[in-house]
């Protein structure tokens, strides 16, 4: 089993910047990849960046590309999201997720583990 618990949401001003953090417990030698979700009210969830537990190769959505940096200390167990550039549109609830055999899926039927999110709001 594994565990993970996102952090460092909050209020931000469009065109500010905000960190999140995604720290894994359990079983984590099984993680094979963890992922950036986000949820917006009345949209489904949707992929915003991944990264690979062992190489630390990233994808990132369209949306997000260019703005957000995600990255990974393994001997902390964390992934991090740099949100850089942030717009009213980045606003919704950000989830991390661990994928046990792929890296930055963009279907959240392929994750194996949630954490249980945290929220994101960018004023305008």
């Known amino acids: 089993q594994v565990q993970l618990v996102e952090s460092g949401g909050g209020l931000v001003q469009a065109g500010g910047s905000l960190k999140l953090s995604c720290t894994a417990s359990?079983?984590?030698?099984?993680?094979?990849?963890v992922s950036w979700f986000r949820q917006a009210p009345g949209k489904e969830r949707e992929f915003a960046a991944g990264?690979?537990?062992?190489?630390?190769?990233?994808r990132y959505a369209d949306s997000v590309k260019g703005r957000f940096t995600i990255s990974r200390d393994n001997a902390k167990s964390t992934v991090y999201l740099q949100m850089n550039s942030v717009k009213p549109e980045d606003t919704a609830v950000y989830y991390c997720?661990?994928?046990?055999?792929?890296?930055?899926?963009?279907?959240?039927?392929?994750?194996?583990?949630w954490g249980q999110g945290t929220q994101v709001t960018v004023s305008s």
């Open positions: 997720a661990a994928d046990l055999q792929q890296y930055g899926n963009r279907s959240p039927a392929a994750y194996n583990y």
């Open positions: 359990g079983r984590t030698s099984s993680i094979y990849g």
């Open positions: 990264i690979s537990r062992n190489t630390g190769n990233t």
